[in-house]
C-alpha cells in the first residue's frame, strides 16, 4: 500500500473528528491528537472476513427496529474492561455529532 494512501486516511479521520494529524514523530503518540479520543488508525488491504460478517449481522439484527449496531469481542481470560467494541463510523459520527454527509463512498470528504 503506497504511503500516501495510509497518510491520507489519518487526515481525513482527523479532520472528521476535529483533531490534528500528527504523522510520525518518533514519539509514541496517537495518530490523530484530539481533545477526547486517543485515535489510532490503521489503513488495511483486508479486515477479516469473521469481523465482517459479525458486524453485518449486528447490522442486520439491528435494522427492524433501527437500533445503532454495535459488536463486543472479547478473548478467553480477560477482564470486561478490557473487551474491544466495534461500530460503523457512520454512526460513530452520528453518535458524536460529526456530518458523516459529506464522505464520499471511497470515504473521503466531498469538498
Known amino acids: 500500500m503506497a504511503s500516501a494512501t495510509w497518510k491520507s486516511f489519518e487526515r481525513h479521520v482527523a479532520k472528521k473528528l476535529g483533531g490534528i494529524r ?7 503518540t496517537n495518530d490523530v491528537d484530539h481533545p477526547e479520543f486517543a ?10 472476513d469473521w469481523l465482517i460478517k459479525a458486524m453485518n449481522q449486528a447490522k442486520i439484527n439491528s435494522s427492524s427496529d433501527k437500533k445503532t449496531p454495535v459488536l463486543f469481542l472479547k478473548r478467553p481470560r480477560t477482564r ?8 460503523y463510523a457512520s ?7 460529526v456530518d458523516a454527509r459529506k464522505v464520499n463512498d471511497k470515504g473521503h470528504d466531498e469538498e
Open 22 to 28: 500528527m504523522g510520525p514523530t518518533g514519539r509514541t
Open 80 to 87: 470486561e474492561k478490557d473487551d474491544l467494541v466495534c461500530m
Open 91 to 97: 454512526d460513530f459520527y452520528d453518535w458524536f455529532g
Open 39 to 48: 485515535v489510532e488508525c490503521k489503513y488495511l488491504k483486508a479486515i477479516p
